[in-house]
C-alpha cells in the first residue's frame, strides 16, 4: 500500500459506512421543547391508546418519519438490518461460502439451488457442486425456505458446523455434508482481465474496507500481463467509504490534484483530500464507464477523473448523490445516518441532484424520468438544456456540466432489446433453462471445461443439441414461433426474429453456464460481447489516447 490514510475519515461516508456510538446530546431551548413535546405525546399514546402499543416499533416510526422530512439520503436503520450493512462493507462474512438461488419445486415450494462455491471456501472443501439442490438443514426440511431462512440457517459464528443434505442431478440417493462454518471474502472487484494484449479491465461493485487493497492488487496483476491502457467500469457502484474512494482515485491520479472537497455547516465537516505522487496507474490511456445506478463515492472517482482530464468518461449520466452521511450508532445496534455535508469536484461541480425535502417518492421518481429522458433525446438537446451558470471547464478547458451527476464525455443510451429477449430474461427463462441443461450434462461439462475458463470463454458456443433444447423450453413455457406472424404481447415471434436474436441468446445461455462451472465472476468475459456501453467505449481509444498524452504533457510542466 502507497500510503496510509487516517480511518478517523472513515466516519465521514458516501453511501455506507460504520458507525460510532454517541450520547444523545440535545443543546437550546428549542430542542428541548420539542423533545419535551415528542416525549409527552409519546406516553400519551403508550398509555391510552385503545390497543396494547409495540413501543419499539413505534420509535421506529417516529425516527423514520423524523428523517424523512430531511434529505433523501438520511435514514433510520434498524439492528437487524445494520448487521447485513456492516457485512457488505466490512468485505466479509461468516458463513458457508456458496451463492444461491431459490428454484421454484414441482409443488410450488422453492428449492435452495446451489449456484456456485466459493473457491477453497467451506463447502468446496466438504465436497458441494454447483447445481446441488439443498433439501434440509440440520435434518430439518429447507423446502420452501425464504432468503431470510437461508441466511439464518446457513450462516453463523465462524468454527461451528452445520448438517446439510443434498439432491445432486444423476445421483439416485441423498448425499449428506457436514460443513465448517468459515470467514467468507466478499469480493468488490467483479472482474479484472485483459480484454487484449494491451487493454484492462476492472469492474467495482462498491468501496468497501477491502477494496483498494483489491483494486490495488489487481491493478498490480494487469499491468504484469501487458496493460497499457485500462477500462475501470463503476456501472452500477452505489458507493461506500469515501476514503477508499480517495485511495483508488489517487492511484489513477498524478502529482498533488484535489480529489473531492467536502462542504458542512459544522467546521469539523469541512475538508478536501488531494492525490500523491506515485500512483500504480497515473498516466495511461484511462476509459470509465458509467450508468444512471453509479452513485456517491464512484462519482467522486468518475468526477476527480473528468476534471483533470485525466479519464474518458463514457455511459449514461450518474445517479447523483452528493450528500455525506455520518453514521452513529444507537445503544441497540440500530443507526441514524445523518447527511452533514454536501462534496464537490474539483472544478466546483455539486454532484447531488436536486431535491425538495420530505418528498423522497418524487426523488427517485425523477431519477428514473430523467434516465429515461437522457437516453430517448440527441446528446445535443441534453447538453442545450444545461444552463450556463451549471457549465464548468476542466484542467484543460474542457466544459463539464453540473447540476446533478456526472455527464459523461460520450453518452451511450442502451441497447435496445428485442421484444424476444426482454420475454426471456423478464420471466428468467434463460437461468430457469440453464439449471435443466446443467442438471442433466453438469458432470460432462465440468469434466471437459474443469480449469480452462480462457478456453471456454474462448471457443465454446451452444450447439444445436442445446439451441434446439432451449427453444422447446421457451414452448413449455409459452412462447410459439410462426412463419412470420409477430405478437409480442402474447409471447409469439417470428422464425426470422428466433434467427436474428440466437446470438443473443446463446450468450445469455453461455454466461449462465460459465457461472455454474466458474463462479460468477466468469459471466463479465462472455457479456462483454453483446455490453453495448462497452464496445463503444473500445472505440474511443483514440480519443483518451490524446486526452492521456496531454495530461502527462501538463503533469510534465507543472514538475518542470
Known amino acids: 500500500m502507497r500510503r496510509s490514510w487516517p480511518y478517523g475519515l472513515a466516519l465521514l461516508l458516501v453511501g455506507v459506512v460504520l458507525g460510532f456510538q454517541i450520547g444523545a446530546v440535545v443543546s437550546g431551548d428549542p430542542a428541548r421543547r420539542a423533545l419535551r413535546k415528542l416525549q409527552e405525546a409519546f406516553l400519551i399514546v403508550q398509555q391510552r391508546y385503545v390497543d396494547p402499543v409495540d413501543s419499539a416499533r413505534l420509535t421506529e416510526s417516529a ?13 433510520y436503520i434498524p439492528a437487524d438490518e445494520m448487521r447485513r450493512v456492516q457485512e457488505s462493507f466490512e468485505g466479509a462474512f461468516e458463513g458457508i461460502g456458496i451463492a444461491y438461488e431459490l428454484l421454484p419445486g414441482p409443488n410450488g415450494r422453492d428449492t435452495i439451488a446451489v449456484q456456485s462455491v466459493i473457491p477453497g471456501g467451506p463447502s468446496e472443501k466438504a465436497g458441494l457442486l454447483a447445481g446441488d439442490r439443498i433439501v434440509a438443514i440440520n435434518d430439518s426440511s429447507a423446502i420452501g425456505f425464504t432468503h431470510e431462512q437461508v441466511q439464518r440457517t446457513l450462516k453463523g459464528p465462524r468454527g461451528t458446523q452445520v ?28 472482474a479484472a482481465y485483459m480484454l487484449d494484449e494491451r487493454t484492462g479491465y476492472l469492474k467495482l461493485n462498491r468501496f468497501a474496507r477491502t477494496t483498494y487493497r483489491e483494486f490495488a492488487q489487481a491493478l498490480r496483476q494487469l499491468r504484469q500481463q501487458g496493460m497499457e491502457r485500462l477500462v475501470l467500469d463503476l456501472r452500477d457502484n452505489s458507493g461506500g467509504y469515501l476514503e477508499v474512494a480517495v485511495q483508488v482515485a489517487d492511484e489513477l491520479l498524478g502529482g498533488r490534484q484535489l480529489i473531492v472537497r467536502q462542504e458542512g455547516r459544522r467546521p469539523e465537516f469541512r475538508a478536501a483530500w488531494h492525490s500523491h505522487p506515485g500512483g500504480l496507474f497515473e498516466t495511461g490511456p484511462l476509459i470509465v464507464l458509467v450508468n444512471e445506478n453509479t452513485a456517491s463515492a464512484s462519482e467522486i472517482v468518475a468526477g476527480a477523473l473528468q476534471d483533470h482530464d485525466r479519464a474518458l468518461i463514457v455511459g449514461r449520466r450518474t445517479f447523483g448523490k452528493g450528500l455525506v ?16 455535508a454536501r462534496f464537490y469536484t474539483p472544478s466546483g461541480r455539486l454532484i447531488q441532484t436536486p431535491y425538495r425535502r420530505g418528498d423522497r417518492q418524487d426523488y427517485y421518481a425523477e431519477h428514473w424520468r430523467r434516465a429515461v429522458r437522457d437516453v430517448t433525446r440527441p446528446v445535443e438537446e441534453i447538453l442545450a438544456e444545461v444552463p450556463d451558470s451549471l457549465r464548468y471547464y476542466t484542467d484543460g478547458g474542457r466544459i463539464v456540466f453540473g447540476g446533478g451527476g456526472i455527464l459523461p464525455d460520450y453518452l451511450v443510451p442502451p441497447d435496445t432489446l428485442s421484444p424476444l429477449v426482454q420475454a426471456v430474461l423478464r420471466r428468467n427463462l434463460d437461468q430457469r433453462f440453464v439449471w435443466r441443461w446443467f442438471d442433466r450434462h453438469g458432470t460432462e461439462l465440468r469434466r471437459q471445461w474443469r480449469g480452462q475458463q480462457e478456453t471456454f470463454v474462448k471457443d465454446y458456443w451452444p450447439d ?12 413449455e413455457n409459452g412462447v410459439r414461433f410462426h412463419a412470420e406472424m409477430e405478437e409480442p404481447a402474447a ?36 457479456y462483454q460481447a453483446v455490453d453495448a456501453i462497452l464496445q463503444e467505449a473500445l472505440r474511443l481509444w483514440k480519443p483518451a489516447e490524446e486526452l492521456a498524452q496531454r495530461y502527462r504533457e501538463r503533469l510534465q510542466k507543472d514538475r518542470d
Open 325 to 340: 452521511q455520518q453514521q452513529i450508532t444507537l445503544a441497540d445496534g440500530s443507526a441514524l445516518r445523518l447527511t452533514v
Open 464 to 475: 444445436s443439441a442445446l439451441q434446439r433444447a432451449f427453444r422447446e423450453f421457451l414452448e
Open 63 to 75: 425516527l423514520e418519519g423524523m428523517l424523512s422530512r430531511l434529505d433523501p439520503h438520511s435514514v
Open 491 to 526: 409471447l409469439r415471434f417470428s422464425e426470422d426474429r428466433w434467427r436474428a436474436d440466437w446470438p443473443v441468446l446463446g450468450t445469455l445461455l453461455k454466461a449462465q453456464l460459465a457461472v455454474r462451472l466458474f463462479g460468477p465472476r466468469a459471466r463479465y468475459p462472455v
Open 163 to 190: 448438517r446439510v443434505t443434498v439432491r445432486r442431478p444423476g445421483v439416485p440417493e441423498l448425499l449428506e455434508f457436514t460443513i465448517t462454518r468459515d470467514r467468507i471474502p466478499l469480493y468488490t472487484v467483479d
